[in-house]
């Protein structure tokens, strides 16, 4: 099984708030961001919409 059919049955199986995102490529984590710099102000949106806390977005330049 791969880690995307996983992700979606774990998904399907959730009755909760959640967005699968499937990627092209074997990068996961930290590593992902760096292959897709473009999903880290998506992913900072989610994550301020989805937690119990408010979260604080402090821009950073990105070096490329």
């Known amino acids: 099984t791969s880690a995307a059919t996983a992700a979606k049955r774990l998904s399907e199986m959730c009755n909760c708030r959640k967005q699968v ?22 992913l900072i949106v989610w994550l301020s919409e989805n937690s119990g806390d408010q979260l604080y977005h402090t821009t950073v330049s990105r070096h490329q």
């Open 21 to 42: 995102k499937i990627f092209a490529g074997a990068e996961h984590g930290t590593t992902l961001l760096d292959h897709h710099p473009e999903f880290m102000d998506e």
